[in-house]
T-cell receptor, first 118, second 110 residues
Framework: DSGVTQTPKHLITATGQRVTLRCSPRSGDLSVYWYQQSLDQGLQFLIQYYNGEERAKGNILERFSAQQFPDLHSELNLSSLELGDSALYFC?????????????????FGPGTRLTVL | TQLLEQSPQFLSIQEGENLTVYCNSSSVFSSLQWYRQEPGEGPVLLVTVVTGGEVKKLKRLTFQFGDARKDSSLHITAAQPGDTGLYLCAGVPGTYKYIFGTGTRLKVLA
């Protein structure tokens, strides 16, 4: 157990709909990262927040948005869903928000939310 | 676009064999990480390498960062069924963005 929680575990919805994925970081971690993992695209970095502020943006579609709240939990909103959005969505957290840079900060991944768009 | 290509894509070996997984890019990374992911779970960090030419060992796993910081390898000695999983390399190009490799799916047969 990494200490990162994600809800829901599974989500099935229809094209055109909107969903919200929730992530609670490990206690003490200030940064949250969102990733999408699909069979054909692998693990793609979407966006990172640090202490409520957006820090870095990856390959996140305009239909997707995220935020980090004062209690440090984060939500990823996916709208106008398409079949191709079906994937595993992972949240990770780290203390300093510099995971991998210099090697001292570590990302801990949650168990993921499996989104199926029908 | 920065890419990390991993090879092989799939690997099925017998318990006790040795194997090497490669992670290659044409770009330079400030650091490179290796993760292992098991079905139904998120990736778990194995190691971070920062210095070109660096070698790190974690029990039966040996990780190497290329001198030019563009590539890395993961060598497993005497593989065990517990090593089965998806191995991912991830590069940090120095701008708080994280590029993950295409993945190597390893199966170790008892």
């Amino acid at each position: 157990d990494s200490g990162v929680t994600q809800t829901p575990k599974h989500l099935i919805t229809a094209t055109g709909q909107r969903v919200t994925l929730r992530c609670s970081p490990r206690s003490g971690d200030l940064s949250v990262y969102w990733y999408q993992q699909s069979l054909d695209q692998g693990l793609q970095f979407l966006i990172q927040y640090y202490n409520g502020e957006e820090r870095a943006k990856g390959n996140i579609l305009e239909r997707f948005s995220a935020q980090q709240f004062p209690d440090l939990h984060s939500e990823l909103n996916l709208s106008s869903l398409e079949l191709g959005d079906s994937a595993l969505y992972f949240c990770a957290s780290s203390v300093e928000g510099v995971a991998g840079v210099g090697g001292t900060d570590t990302q801990y991944f949650g168990p993921g939310t499996r989104l199926t768009v029908l | 676009t920065q890419l990390l290509e991993q090879s092989p894509q799939f690997l099925s070996i017998q318990e006790g064999e040795n194997l090497t997984v490669y992670c290659n890019s044409s770009s330079v990374f400030s650091s490179l990480q290796w993760y292992r992911q098991e079905p139904g779970e998120g990736p778990v960090l194995l190691v971070t390498v920062v210095t070109g030419g660096e070698v790190k060992k974690l029990k039966r796993l040996t990780f190497q960062f290329g001198d030019a910081r563009k590539d890395s390898s993961l060598h497993i000695t005497a593989a065990q069924p517990g090593d089965t999983g998806l191995y991912l390399c991830a590069g940090v190009p120095g701008t708080y963005k994280y590029i993950f490799g295409t993945g190597t799916r390893l199966k170790v047969l008892a």
